[in-house]
């Protein structure tokens, strides 16, 4: 079958949506499907890693201040030029779109008025993760209404987890829907063997949106630093916070504190193989309790033990997996309770033995690719049952 995939965000751009296309649009070609990805061109950085049989279409969108594309405006830069590149290109057996909502609903109208149907990647739900950043009743119910209609007319959904899928049952999208599960590119992210850091240091890979609340981190390293003065906090990736976490840190008066834009997963994983350890959080009440931070995953298959503050299912997987692998810990969303996490890692950092046992736990557990297939699987059916 010809497959079209409609996203914002693609590799390489460092987020869990592109490894997941990225892994999609491999798993698509090699079962002999043709593969095209509708995107956006990527700001200058780390070089796209090459698809075979994948035919990756770029157009210029609107980024934000941080190279991001974020916020209606950017969204809209790419919805309105992509709902005419799918009227006329060719026609395609199924189109699979990945979120915001607004990229959903463009591509609703295009599917019915080409009679193509489209699968939607379900990671998340955005309008109840807007309740962060708006108040207004407006606002959210639009959002809430682009959202329901975005994802009902799509044949099927995927989703990360049963509990997001439930949630989706909440709000009214009867969408039929399968849960399979998340992972990381494990060509990507490996354990490579570094010389361990001389001071402690964390690095929290990723994006750090208002609903993470990676502030929980910075206000920990304060009491980290009276212990540890040559610790050191790097930052990777594209956050629409880092202007407030770097007036945090300013004003608690910390140094080692850094902010590093986007690098390769490769790279990224080299820092993770030598980091004290991994950080990951998610705000309580903040309309994610049910989501999984997979940034976790990476970070597990790069040998690199994970400190999570916050709630949702990534707390009891850590707590329940330390008991048999140094996955890392999981406290509250606290500065305190992360300080005391933080400490403990720093005090007593894993050895490269055990860094590399856990690593390959993670990868051979861990892997995209059997995610990837799931989507393919779930797709291929979808078609089967239009035609």
Not at 358 to 383: C, H, K, M, Y
Request: charged residues 20%.
């Amino acid at each position: 079958m010809r497959i079209v995939i409609v996203s914002r965000i693609f590799t390489p751009e460092p987020a869990a949506a592109s490894f997941l296309l990225h892994a999609t649009a491999e798993a698509f070609a090699e079962a002999g499907h043709e593969v095209e990805v509708l995107t956006t061109t990527v700001p200058a950085g780390p070089a796209a890693r090459p698809l075979t049989g994948v035919r990756v279409r770029r157009a210029p969108v609107k980024r934000d201040r941080q190279g991001y594309v974020r916020g209606y405006v950017s969204y809209l830069s790419f919805d309105i030029p992509v709902f005419f590149r799918l009227m006329f290109s060719r026609r395609a057996d199924v189109y699979l779109v990945e979120p915001p909502p607004t990229t959903g609903a463009v591509v609703r109208v295009a599917s019915a008025l080409r009679r193509t149907p489209y699968v939607y990647d379900a990671a998340d739900l955005w309008s109840d993760a807007a309740g962060v950043v708006t108040s207004s009743s407006f606002v959210l119910g639009a959002l809430r209404w682009v959202e329901r209609f975005a994802m009902r007319g799509a044949a099927h959904a995927f989703a990360i987890s049963q509990g997001l899928i439930d949630r989706m049952r909440q709000i009214g999208i009867a969408t039929p829907a399968t849960a399979v599960g998340f992972g990381t590119d494990v060509s990507a992210f490996r354990y490579s063997p570094q010389p361990p850091p001389v001071d402690p240091h964390f690095v929290y890979g990723g994006s750090y949106s208002e609903w993470h609340g990676a502030e929980v981190f910075v206000e920990a390293f304060a009491d980290v630093q009276r212990v540890y003065p040559g610790a050191r906090l790097t930052f990777v990736g594209n956050g629409s916070e880092q202007p407030r976490l770097r007036e945090l840190a300013a004003g608690l008066g910390l140094s080692g504190v850094e902010f590093l834009e986007p690098v390769a997963p490769e790279t990224l994983a080299e820092m993770l193989s030598a980091a004290t350890a991994s950080l990951a959080s998610l705000r309580p009440n903040a309309g994610y309790d049910y989501a999984f931070t997979t940034k976790v995953y990476a970070s597990l298959v790069s040998g690199c033990p994970v400190i999570f503050s916050g709630t949702g299912p990534t707390g009891p997987f850590l707590r329940g997996e330390s008991a048999h692998h140094p996955v890392g810990a999981a406290v509250e969303w606290s500065a305190e309770a992360a300080a005391s996490a933080m400490l403990a890692a720093a005090d007593a950092p894993l050895p490269e033995p055990s860094r590399k046992a856990l690593a390959d736990w993670a990868a051979a557990r861990f892997s995209l690719r059997a995610v990837a297939g799931r989507i393919v699987a779930g797709t291929e059916a979808v078609v089967a049952s239009e035609r």
